[in-house]
C-alpha cells in the first residue's frame, strides 16, 4: 500500500485552468501505475486519467480529452492533473490513486483524502 496526498484543489471560474499534484507519503511510488478520479455531485467516483510508470502510456475518460492532462515526475514522486477550460460540472473532489496497470481502472487503490476543486460560472 501507498499513502497519497493530493494537492492544487481550489476555486476557479468557467474556462479557468488548474493543477492538482499527488504525492507518495514517506515512499516512492513503485511499482504502481497512478491515476486520478474525482467524485462529483450527484455521481458515484469516477475515473478521469490514469498513467504508466514506465512512460509508454496515458488514458482519459472520454469527458476530459483534450481539456486535462496526466503527468508525472516519479524521480520527485509527484504526479500532476492539468486540467484546462473547466466547465460547472468538473467540480468535485478530486482522488489520486494507485495500481498495478494504468488501463485497468478497476484496480487502483490507496486512495489519498481528495482534493476539492469548485468551479463557478
Known amino acids: 500500500q501507498v499513502q497519497l496526498v493530493e494537492s492544487g484543489g481550489g476555486s476557479v471560474q468557467v474556462g479557468e485552468s488548474l493543477r492538482l499534484s499527488c504525492t507518495a507519503r514517506g515512499r516512492t511510488f513503485e511499482p504502481y501505475d497512478l491515476a486520478w478520479f474525482r467524485r462529483t455531485p450527484g455521481q458515484d467516483r469516477r475515473f478521469v486519467a490514469s498513467l504508466s510508470r514506465r512512460g509508454d502510456g496515458t488514458n482519459y475518460a472520454d469527458f476530459v480529452v483534450g481539456r486535462f492532462t496526466i503527468s508525472g515526475d516519479y524521480a520527485k514522486n509527484t504526479v500532476y492533473l492539468e486540467m484546462s477550460s473547466l466547465q460547472l460540472d468538473d467540480a468535485g473532489l478530486y482522488y489520486c490513486?494507485?495500481?498495478?496497470?494504468?488501463?485497468?481502472?478497476?484496480?487502483?487503490?490507496?486512495w489519498g483524502q481528495g482534493t476539492q476543486v469548485t468551479v463557478s460560472s
Open positions: 490513486a494507485a495500481g498495478p496497470n494504468f488501463r485497468n481502472i478497476n484496480k487502483f487503490h490507496s
